[in-house]
């Protein structure tokens, strides 16, 4: 079945990049996800990316996908205590409306 | 903002009782998702609602059920409550009549049961 996983810890000083890795199982997925979840609070879409894209940058998010290996990568540069939170990655299937969440990366950023 | 509302925030019952839980969608938005988020199992999709109509079925037990709407609101009704229940239920929804179609998540209704 289809499936989503991701390290459950990471953590940066402020100031550097962070870069929070998914993998994916379902080849045919079409669009990938990330969603920031501060404490208390909902998910919060950061950025996505359509399958047939390598490479998206949206200011300090630089999202990397190899469909090859099926991973997923977010990239954070300059790293700042408030992006301490959770990362989830996300796929859609193709033709499908079901989305598969991965277990979440809680980003720890030290001052 | 994300524009989803999810109603009540927090929800205090006890064992075997019966709680529904309220999500307006985005204006606009045609479906509706529900998930239920707790600490050993991470986020869990259970149910998917597009106009009115279920289209997909995840991990739900049978002692939950959802419906949406005509207006498009959604609801989520636990019943039979057991402690294990206790996790944060999110609502999401999104358009679905185009191509980029993410999910905009509501803040969820944290449910105790003691």
């Known amino acids: 079945g289809e499936d989503v996983e991701q390290s459950l810890f990471l953590s940066v000083r402020e100031g550097d990049s962070s870069v929070i890795n998914c993998t994916y199982t379902?080849?045919?997925?079409?669009?990938l996800y990330w969603y920031k979840q501060e404490p208390g609070a909902g998910l919060q879409l950061l950025t996505y990316?359509?399958?047939?894209?390598d490479m998206k940058q949206d200011q300090r998010l630089t999202v990397l996908l190899n469909k090859k290996d099926k991973h997923l990568s977010l990239r954070i540069a300059d790293t700042q205590t408030g992006d301490s939170a959770i990362y989830f990655c996300?796929?859609?299937?193709?033709?499908?409306?079901?989305?598969?969440f991965g277990t979440g990366t809680r980003l720890k950023v030290l001052a | 903002d994300s524009g989803v509302t999810q109603t009540p925030k927090h929800l205090i019952t006890a064992t075997g009782q019966r709680v529904t839980l309220r999500c307006s969608p985005r204006?606009?938005?045609?479906?509706v998702y529900w998930y239920q988020q707790s600490l050993d199992q991470g986020l869990q999709f259970l149910i998917h609602?597009?106009?009115?109509?279920?289209?997909a079925k995840g991990n739900i037990l049978e002692r939950f059920s959802a419906q949406q709407f005509p207006d498009l609101h959604s609801e989520l009704n636990l019943s039979s409550l057991e402690l294990g229940d206790s996790a944060l239920y999110f609502c999401?929804?999104?358009?679905?009549?185009?191509?980029?179609?993410?999910?905009?998540f509501g803040d969820g209704t944290r449910l105790s049961i003691l």
């Open positions: 999401a929804s999104s358009p679905e009549g185009g191509p980029n179609q993410p999910q905009h």
């Open positions: 379902d080849s045919s997925s079409t669009y």
């Open positions: 609602y597009y106009n009115g109509e279920e289209r």
């Open positions: 204006s606009g938005d045609l479906s």
């Open positions: 996300a796929e859609k299937g193709g033709g499908t409306y079901k989305y598969i």
């Open positions: 990316i359509f399958s047939n894209m």
